[in-house]
Structure formats: C-alpha cells, structure tokens
C-alpha cells in the first residue's frame, strides 16, 4: 500500500460517476468545480466520511453509543487514508453561554491567571484588598524608621451597637489594661460604659514599643497575640500620621467584608462561584422594550398606539387615558411623539404608587376619584409573572427583548470577581479588548518576580492562542463576543486557530471554504496558515473557489463539467500550473484569464434618491451618515470587523424590518434614517435554512409544488375520483403513505451502531399510496416528478407559465441540478440563499423593494457567480435596490456604487474610508478593498 497518497478507487456517493483519484499525503490539496459539480461529496460525504467511520468503530460498543456514527459511503477502497477531521463551515454553537474566549480555551487560562496573581479590591470601596503572614507584617513594621514609638491594637469590635461588658471583663480578666473605644482612650478598671443604643468600636491595647532592632521578637509576640484576639487584624498606631492595618485574611478593613480565596471557578459565569446572581452569568435578560410596545409613535392612544392595549375599546379606559393626557394638557388624539417624556413614563412605567386624580363621566355627571396608575410596562410583568397559560404567556413574550442585566451590566461576573485586576484590569476588561489588543497587553505587562515566575507558562498558553487567531484574520474579534454572533466563516476560522493550538500529525483535514467572509488582504496570512498545518505532517483537502488558494495549493482536484446528474467526473487531478493550460476545465479558463466577469460597460445612474443613516453607532461603527443609491445596486466592502454587518443587517435591515414587519430583534444605534417613502418592503436574503426537516423543499418552499399539486388535481383521473391539490401532499394523510407518514424511507434504531435508514416497502420510497400514485400527468406521478432535477421539470412543464416561472427562477441562480423535491437539509447555506433569491425573482416586481445578502458568493464557482450577477441586475433593473456586504472582486467591480467601511477591523474599524463607484474606490490609496479593485479594474 503506498503511504505516499489516499488511494480513492470508485467513488459513487451521491453524483460521484464511480471516479478513481489518487490524493497526495501531507499535501495542502483543493478541490474546486462549479456548484453541484462533486467536491463536497467528494471530500466530506466520501473522505471524511470513511475517516471517521474507521475511528469510531476502532472504540469499544459502549462508547460507540455517545459518538455520532457516519454511514459508509458508497465507494470500493480508500488506502492511504489518515485519522480525519473536518472543519465545516457552521455556527459554533447557539449557547449563549458560549464566547470567543470559551472555544478557543483562552478564556479557561485567563481565569487561572487572575486566580493565581490576580489583586482583589473591595467590590464597594475599591480598597485594595491584602492578606499577610505575621513574619510580612513584623518586617513592614521594622522597616519604619528606628525610634518610632508604635501601639499595637487589635479590633475586636467594629461598628456594633452594645454595652459589650462582658467582652470588657474577659479583657481585664486576660490581663489587658487598656482598651481604645472610638477613638478613645479607657483603663480596663470596672468604670467603662458604654452606651448600649450607640455603635461602637473596641480596639485592644496589646502593646507599646519603640522600633529597634532589639525589639523584633517582642514585637512579633504582640502582633500575633493581637491577631488571635480580633481572628486576623491588627492595627499599629503610629500616633503622628494615618495607623497602618494589617490582616491575615483577605478582607476589607474600611468595610468589614471578608473575602474567600479565589480560584479559576470564581471567574467562571457557567459556575455558581463565578456567575452573577441576577443573570445567572448570561450577561443579559429578557425584560419589556418600549420600542416593542410602542412601534409606531407617530400614531395617538386612540388609534393603538400603545400595541398591548391596542383591542381594549372600552369607554372606561379611554376617559382614563384621556384624563391622563389632559394633565399635560394634551388629549388621546396627541401622537405619541409629541408627548413629554415625563408623559411617556408615566404611561409606560405607571405612577410607582403615587396616586392620580382621574374622572368619569356617566349620566351627564362627572365622578372623581384618585387612585394610583399601573402603566403598560408594571401591567404586562404583572400579567407575565401570574398567569399560569401558555398563551398568555407567549402573547406577553411579544414586547420582550434582550437587555443587559441591571446589575453586571453584560460582564457576567460577580462583583467580587470583577473586582480582581491583572495589570490595573478586570477579567471583563480584558475579554472586552480585541484579540490584536491583548497581545500587546500580554506584551507590555509589568509583573513582579514572583508574579512572572507563576504567570509565565500561563501567558505562553494564551499568547499562542492569540497568536492563532490574529494568524487566520480574526484579531478584530473581542474575547466576549457571543459565539451565536459569528458568521460561518469567522467560527470555521476559529477551530482552524483551534486546530492549529493542538499541533497533531498525521490527521487528514477536511476544510470547507475558510476564505469566506475573509478580505483580500488577509487571505496570505490564512494561506500560511494552512501550509503551517500541512508542514506539520497533515493533509490538508480545502474545497474553495477563491483564485489564490487554487494557485497556492500543491495539488487541484477538478470536479465537473457540470453540476449534479452532469457532474460528478473527474477534470482534472493535478498541479495548479497545468490546469491553467486545461482545454476543458472552466475552472482553468477562469484561473488563465482566457475567460472573465466582465465589467458592467456602464454604472447605473443614482436618480432615484437615497436612504439615508444617519449617526450610526452600533457596535464598532463611529457615529458614520452613510447615502445608500435607490434603485441601484450597492456594494458595502471592508476588512473582516469593519462594521459591515453592524452598518447593513443590525440597522439598516432590523430598521426597516421593524418599520414594516414589527421585527423584535434589537435594532442598531443611529439618529435618524430618511428616503424611506420610497419603498414598501425590505427582504433579507441570507444563508439560513429554508427547512428544519426533510419535508421542506425547494418546490414546497417557492410555492410550484402547490401549482402541480393543483395541476395534478386537474386530470381527468383526478376529477373522476374526486382527488383534491391535498390528495398529492406528503404532509397530510389521505394521499401519503402512511406506513412512513410520507417520509419514503423508516429510522430503525441501532443504539451503539449508526441508525439505519431503509426504503418503506410499502410505497418503495415514493412517499404515496398507491392510489395517489396512478394519477399520472403527461405519463409522470407526483413521485417522479419530485425526482426530476429543475432543469428536467423546466422542460417537463414548459407550457405552463406559472410553474415554467418559479422552475426558471431556480435556474437562474444556477440551481437547475437540484431535484425539485430534494430535502432542505441536504442544501448548502449558498444554495438555500438561492432558493430565496430564486423566489423573490419569481414575484412581480414593485420596484420599491430593498434587497439585503450577505456574502451571496458562498460556495459559487467563477462560472455561478455570473449567472448570480445576472439575477440582481434583472432585480435591479426592475427598480428594486440591491444592498450586498461582500468581499469577491468581481461582484464588487460590478456594483454601481460602493460603500467601503474600514480602514481596519475592530476598534480601529467603524469608520467610512470612501463611498462612490468602483473607479473611485479604486483610485483611494488609504482603502485596502480599492489596491485590490484598482489591480482586478486595470485588467479588464
């Protein structure tokens, strides 16, 4: 068996066409090919697959049943074949206990750190908090100057109402002569009374001595009798200037808190130790948004401004509300924004007990009574806190949103523990700092000897780590950010980082486009990294479609020619430099510059007006008014962390999806947004499923699958038997086969083997009864024609214009080799944010809509993102505005009109470098997206 290479001998997963490949070992290899071409099969479903596959069975039967088992694919041999991982492109976790600092493991060595030198501080005062032995405190002693006379005491009593005589009695009873009670000076005789109403503090005269050397033993005999007595404190009275405290304990001597010896859990917000009381460590709770209770506060109380009190139609409560507003000298029909503010709080937050003079009016009478008013805020947490219905419930959660807990304010932690500081900052500081922050922190750290002795292999852990991330492009992320947050791009990244800490050989890595969401500057630097991990003795296979890390791998694999029943051969299988020389390859075309994206011949002109941001300040974005064109099709570029996504998706879209649709989501902060009387709707085009299971498809999701359902319904057979469009559902009994409800196939659980699926012998895996099954239409049952790729019910439905429509929309965006009825689970994120696309294009246009994507180019070759192109300029031309946060130069180049956020990532982001054309992004020196436009312009 050569040890040399993997050895692939007919491969036949999925669209695979019983392929042979020999794959190079301890190589950095791609495999590219337009979309639905093979290479993900090729590298997951078949490689990784098998990898896997031979690891977990190598355990034992009990552990097998905890491991997510694969399938075997269908393939003859793989030799050659190394342990494997893959590193996927998926959120991290939806965990809200989940951060940056949490998966990449820096977060656990931060807490040993501040666990181990941290230096507390009262969480009240900020009194910096010291313990020491009695050897410590006789040396600070004997380092005052010889001569000084010194008292030592010992509190015994601190702040304690009492008479406390029987303490004193003990006192003279031990020997003791005098005391000091506040303050003062007593003989310990029998005559001191105290006060029993008043506090009072009682301090020990243990000792009085002149500072010298002679007097070192006796001094140490004093300072440890006066710690016995007062259980770890003592005072030493200078008598001219402040007296020095001293404890054996970690307390605090100005507020009387004890504090409990810190250890990594303390600084854990998922242990009870750590986490804040309030929040239980989440940083933030569900509490009542006054934007979600008042929507639209251009509307009065009488039109329903207030949305929770919006079907009360009482006269009662509108003379309550009316008596209310006349107090400020206004009425119900005022609108809600010319309200006072102390108006506003009244309504929304009641009168907070105090009582309001309200009246009613019956009868031609006027009644008045006072009595104090609830408001909408106390009512809804009143309502939410008693009901024991889930509907009401469900109704009330409708006006809540996210907040930052009231009491950690988002850091999390006790305030014990944030009051522990390494190098003058809190844990919660340092997560807060960017990854490039932290390791000039780390960097510049001033530590004692003893300090740097324990926190030096510590910080080695760390620094690599940080090191790691900045390595992949993510230095601009904070330590605290919510791993829900990341992209899909930024969380493969980071277990890249991951992998790159754990240093294995030997391991097969499986690499699913790490160059997505990533600028073009920073792509040598993932590049390097890629090869660091190749050069440690890995293979690493990369499915990508970006250019340079096609040219920089050593080995290319090229799947096609075309996609899905037309692609699955092999290419081409060898070095990049002989592909750009391949006659067939499209690939190769593109690579050699023998075939491009053209350059628009012109830029649509910016007639229609704008919308207008202004003041922006979400996130890292620094207060920026930004003009996005109407009817034209925008283009927002920066490096990764510039406050793209902040700027278009946290507030443009939630604004506008909040003004149209009642979005709940947090919007972003800015102060004012105009140009918005020219459009109707806003459409977020992203990359999340179009399904949660596999009874969602992409005829189910554009609606053709309820056009031939009608269809079908509409044969003679059909209306002979009295089918109706319900009769062809999968989803509802009476067509379905009920064997398998519809499914086509029946889970049989294996425990600690994988599970297995079989086809339902029933209907065979037609998901139909056999009644449903003979109504045919041109010769195909609804089955077959679920089986049909789009481009072959494209020319099955052909005549029909409203199927023909939404089928060559899926088409359009280059989605024509996926079967009609294929599960929304087996779809990629670029290929579910197609169906999207795909049904938007199917509408009839208003021309007055705002399209928002986000990174559209994910998983699409050259020869994808033209068709891609195609689409929005159709979108566009029809009036509607196109808005896309995106990094590939060549949508970039074809856009109207560029928005360029920067210059860095992070705090050092948030700003606008430059907005107009390409051209005139190109010709910005301080933009990094304009050296790289300026390159890919001058070549056309």
């Known amino acids: 068996m050569p040890l040399d290479k993997i050895v692939v001998r007919g491969a036949r997963q999925h669209n695979l066409k019983n392929i042979d490949v020999d794959i190079p070992r301890n190589r950095l290899v791609v495999t590219t090919g337009i979309s639905g071409s093979g290479k993900s099969t090729l590298a997951f479903d078949t490689l990784y697959a098998e990898g896997q596959r031979r690891y977990v069975e190598s355990l034992s039967a009990y552990a097998r049943q905890f491991l997510e088992q694969m399938d075997k694919p269908d393939v003859d041999s793989i030799e ?15 965990n809200p206990r989940s951060t940056v600092g949490t998966v990449t493991e820096i977060y656990d060595y931060l807490r040993l750190l501040f666990a181990r030198i941290g230096k507390p501080h009262c969480h009240r005062c900020g009194q910096r908090i010291t313990s020491q032995s009695t050897q410590e405190i006789v040396d600070q002693v004997m380092a005052l100057e010889t001569g000084t006379r010194v008292v030592i005491l010992s509190p015994v009593v601190a702040g304690q109402k009492g008479a406390h005589q029987r303490l004193l009695q003990r006192l003279q009873k031990d020997g003791f002569a005098r005391v000091r009670v506040d303050g003062k000076l007593y003989e310990l005789d029998g005559t001191v009374l105290l006060d029993k109403n ?70 854990s917000f998922n242990s009870p130790q750590g986490a804040c009381r309030t929040c239980d460590g989440l940083g933030s709770m569900m509490v009542f948004d006054p934007d979600l209770i008042v929507p639209d ?129 809190s844990v919660h500081k340092v997560c807060r700092r960017s990854v490039t922050e932290l390791l ?59 992998q790159i800490g754990s240093k294995l050989t030997g ?17 040598q630097r993932l590049l390097s990294t890629l090869k660091q991990m190749r050069d ?26 075309g996609a899905g029943a037309d692609g699955g051969y092999l290419v081409f299988d060898g070095p990049p430099s002989v592909l750009l020389e391949h006659e067939t390859s499209v690939t190769g075309k593109y690579l050699s510059g023998r075939k491009t994206i053209p ?99 992409p005829a189910t999701y554009t609606g053709v699958f309820t056009d031939i359902r009608d269809l079908f319904a509409k044969t003679p057979d059909a209306r002979t038997r009295g089918y109706r469009p319900g009769r062809f559902s999968f989803n509802v009994k009476g067509g379905r086969c009920e064997a398998c409800r519809g499914d086509g196939i029946i889970k049989i659980e294996m425990h600690f083997l994988p599970d297995v699926y079989v086809t339902c012998d029933v209907c065979q895996g037609k998901r139909y009864n056999r009644e449903t099954l003979d109504i045919k239409y041109k010769g195909k049952n609804i089955s077959e024609v679920l089986d049909m790729t789009v481009d072959q019910a494209l020319g099955f439905f052909g005549k029909i214009k409203k199927i023909r429509t939404k089928l060559q929309a899926l088409a359009d965006v280059g989605l024509g080799y996926i079967r009609v009825g294929q599960p929304a689970t087996t779809l990629s994120g670029g290929e579910a944010q197609r169906v999207k696309l795909s049904r938007e294009l199917s509408k009839r246009a208003t021309g007055r809509t705002v399209f928002i ?83 890919v312009l001058g070549a056309e």
């Open 297 to 425: 506060p251009t509307l009065s109380l009488r039109d329903g401004v207030i949305v929770p009190w919006e079907n009360r139609h009482s006269v009662y409560f509108y003379q309550v509300l009316d008596a209310i507003t006349r107090q400020f000298s206004l009425n119900i029909h005022t609108p809600f924004n010319r309200f006072p503010e102390a108006l506003i709080d009244l309504l929304l937050h009641g009168s907070k007990g105090k009582t309001i003079e309200f009246y009613l009016e019956r009868d031609g009478r006027r009644y008045t009574y006072s009595r104090p008013f609830e408001g909408v805020i106390p009512n809804l947490e009143r309502r939410y806190r008693e009901t024991r219905s889930h509907h009401v419930r469900e109704d009330v959660e409708r006006f809540m949103n996210m907040r930052p807990c009231p009491e950690c304010h988002g850091a999390r932690l006790k305030p014990e523990s944030l009051a522990v500081e390494v190098g003058g900052e």
């Open 198 to 267: 008043i506090k009072h503090s009682i301090e020990v005269v243990v000792d009085r001595l002149v500072v010298q050397e002679s007097a070192r033993n006796r001094l140490a005999d004093s300072i440890e009798l006066a710690i016995g007595l007062s259980e770890g404190v003592v005072l030493v009275d200078l008598l001219q200037g402040e007296p020095l405290i001293f404890s054996e304990k970690a307390v605090c001597m100005l507020c009387g808190i004890s504090y409990s010896p810190f250890t990594p859990a303390g600084f």
């Open 440 to 498: 000039d922190f780390f960097g510049a750290i001033a530590l004692g000897s003893r300090d740097r002795a324990v926190a030096d292999p510590i910080l080695k852990e760390i620094t690599e780590r940080l090191c790691f991330l900045t390595q992949v492009g993510l230095g601009y992320l904070t330590l605290d950010r919510a791993s829900a947050t990341l992209s899909a791009g930024e969380g493969q990244r980071i277990r890249l980082a991951t």
């Open 507 to 523: 391991v097969l890595y499986v690499l699913d486009e790490p160059s997505v969401g990533l600028h073009q500057r920073d792509n």
């Open 853 to 935: 994507l986000d990174e559209p180019t994910t998983g699409l070759h050259f020869a994808d993102i033209q068709k891609l192109l195609d689409v929005l300029g159709r979108l566009t031309d029809a009036g509607n505005t196109i808005i896309v946060i995106e990094h590939n130069m060549d949508v970039i180049k074809s856009a109207d009109y560029i928005v360029d956020l920067g210059p860095e990532g992070g705090d050092k982001g948030g700003y606008v470098v430059k907005c107009g054309t390409p051209e005139e992004i190109a010709g910005t020196p301080a933009s990094h997206t304009g050296r790289f436009l300026s390159k």
């Open 80 to 94: 050659g074949l190394a342990p494997a991982i893959a590193i996927e492109q998926k959120s991290i976790t939806k």
């Open 599 to 697: 350059v628009p011949a012109r830029r649509r002109p910016m007639r229609n007006g704008h919308i207008v941001v202004e003041e922006a300040s979400t996130n890292n974005l620094k207060d920026i008014t930004v003009r996005f064109p109407l009817g034209c099709f925008v283009c927002v570029t920066g490096v990764s962390g510039s406050g793209k996504s902040s700027l278009v998706v946290e507030t443009l879209y939630r604004s506008l999806a909040r003004r149209f649709y009642h979005l709940r989501k947090a919007v972003g902060r800015y102060s004012r947004m105009t140009g918005l009387e020219k459009i109707d709707s806003v459409i977020n085009v992203d990359q999340s499923p179009i399904g949660r299971t596999p009874r969602s498809n």
């Open 536 to 561: 440690l003795g890995n293979t690493v296979l990369v499915v990508e479609h970006d250019a340079e890390t096609i040219l920089s791998a050593d080995h290319v694999i090229d799947m096609g020619p």
